[in-house]
């Protein structure tokens, strides 16, 4: 089942992907964030977040690969 991930100030919530729902919602304040598949509304945020985190472990583990390279090479080109 999908989700859409809507936010108000600091709140997540989860609804059932459902478009007359999701506009009554955005009509009151909320803001759309994501449409995650999960299977209840608890499952849809805790994707949310881990897909989130993923997001930001990608560059940094590129990162922490890439600087000893770009050292060595600057090390033995001087």
Do not use: H
Not at 12 to 28: G, H, T
Not at 32 to 47: F, G, M, Q
Not at 59 to 68: C, E, K, Q, T
């Amino acid at each position: 089942m999908d989700f859409y991930i809507l936010k108000k100030q600091q709140e997540l919530i989860a609804i059932p992907a459902n478009e007359n729902s999701c506009k009554q919602y955005l009509d009151s304040g909320y803001f759309y964030i994501d449409k995650v598949a999960a299977c209840n509304e608890t499952n849809a945020l805790k994707r949310l977040q881990s897909k989130q985190t993923k997001t930001l472990k990608k560059p940094l583990l590129i990162a922490l690969i890439a600087l000893p390279v770009i050292f060595g090479i600057w090390y033995s080109l001087s």
